[in-house]
Structure formats: structure tokens, C-alpha cells
């Protein structure tokens, strides 16, 4: 399983810098990359929004 950052996302980058296995890049919103990630849920943390879920 991974997460996944939802079309809520406001491109704040908040989440890119809390990932421990940097697999979150900018995109038209910030994405993730499903192979690294190790489902910490760190992203999700510090969203504002609650856009990065569980896929
Ligand atoms: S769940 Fe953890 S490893 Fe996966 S993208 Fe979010 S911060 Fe990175
Ligand atoms: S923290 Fe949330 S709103 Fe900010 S870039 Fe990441 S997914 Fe998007």
C-alpha cells in the first residue's frame, strides 16, 4: 500500500519535506511516488488539507 495526494491538494509543500524517503515531488499538485513510499503517514501529518490517503 502507499499513499496517495488527492486533487485537494493546494501545492504547499509541507509534505514534500516531512517525507523520510523523499518520494514526494511538484507536479500540477504534489505527487507521490507509490513504489518508495513506505506508508508512514507522515504527509498526511502535516497536510492542511488532508489530501495525502491511503491509496
Ligand atoms: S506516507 Fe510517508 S513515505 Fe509515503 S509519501 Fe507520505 S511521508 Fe512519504
Ligand atoms: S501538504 Fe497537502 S496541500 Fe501541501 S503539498 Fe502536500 S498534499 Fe499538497
Do not use: L, N, R, W
Not at 496517495?4 to 507521490?32: L, M
Amino acid at each position: 500500500m502507499a499513499y496517495v495526494i488527492k486533487d485537494t491538494c493546494i501545492s504547499c509543500g509541507a509534505c514534500a519535506s516531512e517525507c523520510p524517503v523523499s518520494c514526494i515531488t511538484e507536479g500540477d499538485i504534489y505527487v507521490i511516488d507509490g513504489g518508495a513510499c513506505i506508508d508512514c503517514g507522515s504527509c498526511a501529518g502535516v497536510c492542511p488539507v488532508d489530501a495525502p490517503q491511503p491509496e
